[in-house]
């Protein structure tokens, strides 16, 4: 799969639509269908379309889904310590494992001061930076034992989101991309408790 869908996705999910950061991440919504081999039954077209024509404050949709308020969690929190710990807490037990694996990789992140490591955003642009690199083992320690164990939950919630259409529609495409690598490099999912 392509180092490129991964570095979108990643982008969009990471950074608010908003800033400038995420500006060649909308432009280059278009050519998803384009960037990978979906499989035939796929709806990547589709979903890109959805995608380039919502009219919604995507702003607003990125700080209401993502954004914990005031008291609680956010509707749809992009960090994976969320859905592995009891008690739904950030930096946990996973994300000092995934911060373990970045160092044994020599991986460096430049993220916001005091923000968890596996953010799923920066976890995607990451695995972007390895398939480009063409270190599988690393790919797929990545996504067997970091991403993928608890990314189906966040894809789950952000498909059932109410608040827009942009980023239920960007977790279809993230689902699918997801899938298509689980399958392509045949992972073996440990079997985790979620707790989100």
């Keep these: 799969m392509s180092a490129s869908v991964a570095r979108i996705l990643g982008g969009l999910l990471y ?3 908003d800033s400038a950061a995420a ?3 909308l432009a280059a919504l278009t050519r998803l269908p384009e960037l990978a081999d979906w499989p035939e039954e796929d709806e990547v077209p589709y979903w ?3 995608l380039h024509l919502t009219s919604e404050d995507k702003a ?4 209401v889904l993502f954004t914990a308020p005031e008291q609680g969690l956010a509707p749809v929190p992009p960090w994976g310590s969320v859905y592995q710990d009891a008690e739904n807490r950030l930096d946990a037990a996973s994300t000092r494992r995934y911060r373990a694996f970045l160092q044994t990789q020599q991986l460096l992140l430049h993220h916001t001061a005091g923000e968890p490591e596996d953010h799923i955003g920066l976890m995607l642009l990451t695995l972007a930076y390895l398939l480009e690199q063409e270190r599988e083992e690393a790919v797929i320690e990545l ?3 970091h991403l993928l164990p608890w990314s189906w939950r ?3 919630l952000l498909q059932q989101a109410t608040e827009g259409d942009f980023y239920p529609a960007l977790s279809r495409i993230l689902g699918g ?3 298509e690598l689980e399958y392509q490099l045949e992972i073996c999912l440990p ?3 979620l707790y989100r």
């Excluded at 607003?60 to 700080?63: A, E, G, L």
């Design 15 to 17: 950074y608010a639509p």
């Design 23 to 25: 500006e060649p991440f």
């Design 48 to 50: 890109c379309r959805v």
């Design 60 to 63: 607003y949709s990125f700080r």
């Design 143 to 145: 996504l067997r034992e």
């Design 154 to 156: 966040f894809v789950q």
């Design 177 to 179: 991309f997801l899938a």
């Design 191 to 193: 079997m985790i408790r």
